[in-house]
């Protein structure tokens, strides 16, 4: 089968002939059809530091996918061959504290599918059952492939109470603009969302009603006077891990306002602990999406009239992944999916 594969230690990912996956008694296989190019994958593609220190090659790389069941394991029930899928990309143990307690997202012994096992940018994927997830006939393959990111908007933007109240979301990257896109949805009043990349930002007002703004040229301040908030914003979602970004929103939350943090600064930086002690904020750190609510969520609110589609700016074949890629360093796209 063809499978996008990091074959070395160097930038780049080469596309490749590779053996297709068996099924073990608790697995399915997975036709791909579609995949998303995520973060996670560039930060692999580039071969930067973190990749470096976590993924060992070769490794097939991937985890964003929507495909068909071709093949079950002799213990899986309830799922059948031809049934089109989804699925969680964490593949969690069933020893530590939190997964038997039921928080598999919380699992230390987590593996990712396309990080430290193999990946799904290829014609199969092997997938445990229990990760699997279904999809709804209103529900496409290319929608189908971008829920794995979606599930992280989702995660993030319902950690909080949004209704009724003002959201600022840091970061227009695919991720945050699909957070300030389910904002809009649940019912916040204002959504506000800064970056300093204008193409970001266009694609922002373009996917949902909400107040896109260059910090480059407007402070918060005067968009603050602009919408006519008084104290500041009720609840911030930190999607950039920039050290300014989180500065600034800390500066214009309101007493006792929350952020949900999904960012991940490529290094580390000082925090005003006083400022936010005085401003009694509650910060929750979030990584991956729940297993399984996350996924409950995401699909009905897409089936009750979120639409995130208009994210997906570039739909290239499995071929032209360099393409891809290369167009996502650029900073010049939203989500990117790879048609197999
Ligand atoms: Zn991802």
């Not at 490749?16 to 973060?39: L, M, N, Y």
């Not at 470096?52 to 097939?60: A, W």
Request: hydrophobic share 45%; glycine share 10%.
């Amino acid at each position: 089968m063809r499978a996008l594969v990091k074959v070395e230690a160097a930038r780049g990912l080469t596309m490749r002939q590779e053996p297709a996956p068996v099924p073990g008694p608790d697995d399915v296989i997975v036709k791909v059809k579609k995949t998303g190019i995520c973060g996670t994958d560039v930060h692999i593609y580039k071969w930067d530091e973190w990749a470096q220190k976590t993924i060992p090659v070769p490794m097939i790389v991937g985890h964003e996918y929507a495909g068909e069941i071709v093949e079950v394991g002799s213990h899986v029930k309830n799922l059948a061959v031809g049934m089109r899928v989804s699925g969680e990309g964490h593949v969690v143990g069933t020893k530590s504290r939190a997964v038997r307690a039921g928080h598999f997202h919380l699992d230390p012994e987590t593996q990712g599918i396309g990080v430290n096992i193999p990946g799904a940018f290829a014609d199969y994927v092997r997938i445990p059952a229990f990760n699997v997830v279904p999809l709804p006939d209103d529900i496409d393959d290319e929608l189908g492939a971008i829920l794995d990111p979606l599930g992280n908007a989702v995660h993030t933007a319902l950690s909080f109470n949004l209704i009724g109240e003002d959201v600022i979301v840091t970061g227009a990257g695919p991720i945050g603009i699909m957070a300030a896109a389910i904002a809009r949805h649940v019912g916040a009043r204002h959504v506000v969302i800064t970056d300093v990349n204008p193409t970001r930002l266009a694609l922002a007002g373009r996917v949902a009603d909400i107040t896109p703004v260059n910090i480059t040229e407007e402070d918060l301040k005067s968009v603050m006077a602009r919408l006519k908030m008084a104290e500041g914003f009720d609840v911030g979602l930190e999607m950039s891990g920039q050290e300014a970004a989180f500065q600034q929103m800390t500066d214009h939350m309101v007493m006792g306002g929350r952020i949900a943090f999904l960012g991940i600064p490529s290094r580390p930086f000082v925090v005003d602990w006083a400022k936010l002690v005085f401003k009694v904020l509650t910060i929750k750190c979030i990584y991956g999406r729940e297993m399984f609510e996350t996924w409950y969520k995401m699909l009905a609110m897409l089936q009750s009239g979120l639409n995130v589609r208009p994210v997906i700016t570039h739909r290239l074949r499995a071929e032209d992944y360099v393409d891809g890629f290369e167009t996502m360093i650029r900073g010049e796209s939203g989500k990117i999916v790879l048609e197999w």
